[in-house]
């Protein structure tokens, strides 16, 4: 068995900063791609930061230049640098990981969620 936990999320104003962290635990060969994602209120979850092996980042615009996604690969652990925050970046956050229990197989692992809420 796989587990991602977090840790990190809380209630911040406008325009401060909050940093996620993300710890996978369990059975790993390898750890492909992790990500975090968001879900508000009545919204669908989105993709929020995706990081692969190598270090490569990808974020859609509306937290471009604000988030800064990161790993630790010997420690296999993903954080989320968020800056400037805004109401509208309330949500449950999510860690995502493609997880390689063994060279052969590949697990899709989602963490429990974290809440961040932004007041303006």
């Known amino acids: 068995q796989v587990q991602l936990v977090e840790s990190g999320g809380g209630l911040v104003q406008a325009g401060e900063s909050l940093r996620l962290s993300c710890a996978a635990s369990?059975?790993?060969?390898?750890?492909?791609?992790m990500a975090w994602y968001r879900q508000a209120p009545g919204k669908q979850r989105e993709l929020v930061a995706i990081?692969?092996?190598?270090?490569?980042?990808n974020y859609p615009d509306s937290v471009k230049g604000r988030f800064t996604i990161s790993r630790d690969n010997a420690k296999n652990t993903v954080s989320l640098q968020m800056n400037s925050l805004k109401p509208e970046d309330t949500a449950v956050y999510y860690c995502?990981?493609?997880?390689?229990?063994?060279?052969?197989?590949?697990?899709?692992?989602w963490g429990q969620g974290t809440l961040v809420t932004v007041s303006s």
């Open positions: 990081i692969t092996s190598g270090g490569n980042t």
């Open positions: 995502h990981a493609e997880v390689k229990p063994a060279s052969w197989r590949s697990l899709e692992v």
């Open positions: 369990g059975r790993i060969y390898r750890i492909n791609d």
